[in-house]
């Protein structure tokens, strides 16, 4: 309205009410979306500066959803690794009890006196490899001395010599003394036959000088270098006879390929064998509960330990839970204990990150830890095999240990780099905040100053207006 004159006071009065309004709407804004600056046209340094403060803080809180889940997936991994400990310790507790467990079986037998010469018992079975046969009897050749006097050597007789062999290996000459007992000659011969370690024995029976050879081979008696010696002592022809329970029980315990497989033992009179085995035995030429009578007519068995048999199923369940553990402990579709590689970001630019993944990518299982695939339960049958087992156990816990210390260490790193990125996002937000962010104690103190202003301007523009119509009284 161009036309139209207002007067100076009036046009003062109008434009100070409309830069109250302007301020009035500029404070209310600030007030309702408690900005001060609330786009570029504000406050253009600001707003950019914080527009980029909080791009910063968006794209780092977008980060940490991918560390909770990369804490997760650590968390998962590392209840793996606890359940397979306890597992790799239940399964050295189990072998612990398999190498305590003695409840082997035994079967005792009567050694029948009539054995036929040469009628051996062949042993088989159990942990013993192949046929291992033992000379059921033995070899006896009996001294009728013809020299003697008195039970002793005579002075004529003094010096001579013989040799005892049991056809392999040939003693040193045994050479009389004048004095010599029977006892005292076969105190030499045993001391010459253990160097030579031919397998004869002597005794002194009935007043006779009896030479016996376990093995049932010949003994053979020559002249020595200084003849007559074995005239002397008049040995006679060879005689195959029994052995006792402790001979028995000598020939078993001192063979190389039962030792730690078979044991013997006297039971009042009686060949008492032990099984030290999972597998049935196997005993050629005895009866069950009766005799031992050699040959191949008769077959006895004896039973094998069913107590390590049963731990070695045990033990392969056990092993089957270790690689079943290590299956399922994934998150979010990523399973560190088979090998999968976890890649957290920490910074919007990419330049700081982790990756985590076991050493060479391997699975964590039975077969590489070293864990026997398969216990048989004749695996169990050697306190040295189960020893042995019982250390690769032991090579599997500390392997799983070392790797639960070292997702131990990658899980302290994501944390903290959460918890310091959680802190830059809230320094990030403030420092735009600070920016832009109204302070509403201060806006809600101008908005009522401004309305204050609005009410005097009202009142001032009032006055303007009565002094107008003060004219216009005149002219009426």
């Avoid at 195959?240 to 006297?266: C, F, P, W, Y």
């Avoid at 069950?288 to 039973?303: E, H, P, Y």
């Avoid at 169990?380 to 210390?405: F, P, W």
Wanted: net charge negative; charged share 20%; hydrophobic share 40%.
């Amino acid at each position: 309205m161009a036309d139209i004159s207002l007067s100076k006071a009036v046009r003062s009065n109008l434009l100070s009410l409309k830069g109250t309004a302007d301020m009035m709407a500029a404070t209310q804004n600030r007030l309702a979306t408690g900005n001060k600056v609330n786009s570029a046209l504000d406050n253009p340094s600001s707003w950019f500066t914080a527009k980029g403060l909080t791009n910063r803080a968006s794209d780092l809180g977008a980060l940490m959803d991918s560390m909770a889940n990369g804490v997760k997936t650590l968390e998962a991994a590392d209840n793996g690794l606890s359940a397979m400990t306890k597992t790799l310790e239940s399964m050295q507790s189990t072998l612990r009890q398999a190498r305590q467990d003695k409840s082997f079986q035994t079967a005792s037998y009567e050694i029948d006196t009539s054995i036929a010469a040469s009628a051996d018992i062949t042993i088989s079975g159990g942990a013993v490899s192949g046929d291992v046969v033992i000379n059921a009897d033995k070899t006896e050749k009996t001294a009728t001395p013809v020299g003697l006097v008195d039970g002793k050597v005579a002075l004529a007789d003094n010096g001579k010599q013989f040799t005892v062999s049991d056809g392999t290996t040939a003693t040193a000459d045994i050479t009389l003394a004048t004095g010599d007992t029977l006892e005292t000659i076969a105190e030499k011969i045993n001391t010459a036959t253990a160097t030579a370690k031919n397998g004869i024995t002597a005794a002194v029976k009935d007043g006779k000088l009896v030479l016996t050879s376990l093995d049932a081979d010949a003994i053979t008696v020559a002249q020595g270098t200084t003849t007559g010696g074995a005239t002397v002592m008049g040995f006679g022809a060879d005689a195959q006879v029994a052995k006792t329970a402790d001979e028995m029980v000598t020939s078993i315990n001192n063979h190389a390929d039962l030792k730690g497989k078979v044991r013997a033992s006297n039971d009042n009179g009686k060949l008492r064998l032990e099984n030290q085995s999972t597998q049935k035995l196997e005993v050629e030429g005895a009866v069950d509960g009766g005799k031992l009578t050699g040959g191949s007519t008769n077959k006895a068995d004896i039973a094998g330990n069913s107590v390590r048999a049963g731990l070695a199923d045990q033990f392969n369940e056990l092993r089957d839970q270790l690689d079943k553990l290590a299956d399922d402990a994934s998150f979010n579709g990523i399973n560190l204990l088979r090998g999968d590689k976890l890649s957290i970001t920490f910074n919007e630019t990419g330049t700081s990150s982790i990756d985590i993944q076991t050493a060479d990518g391997d699975t964590i299982n039975s077969a590489n830890l070293g864990v026997s695939t398969t216990m048989e339960a004749q695996d169990l049958d050697s306190d040295t095999n189960i020893d042995a087992e019982l250390g690769k156990l032991k090579s599997a816990l500390n392997e799983v240990r070392s790797q639960a210390s070292t997702f131990g260490s990658n899980l302290s790193i994501v944390e903290n780099r959460q918890t310091f990125t959680d802190s830059m996002i809230n320094t990030l937000e403030a420092g735009a905040g600070n920016l832009t962010l109204a302070d509403m104690n201060t806006e809600a103190a101008n908005l009522l100053a401004l309305q204050t202003r609005q009410s005097l301007s009202q009142n001032s523009l009032s006055l303007a207006s009565q002094a107008d119509q003060s004219i216009l009284q005149l002219i009426r």
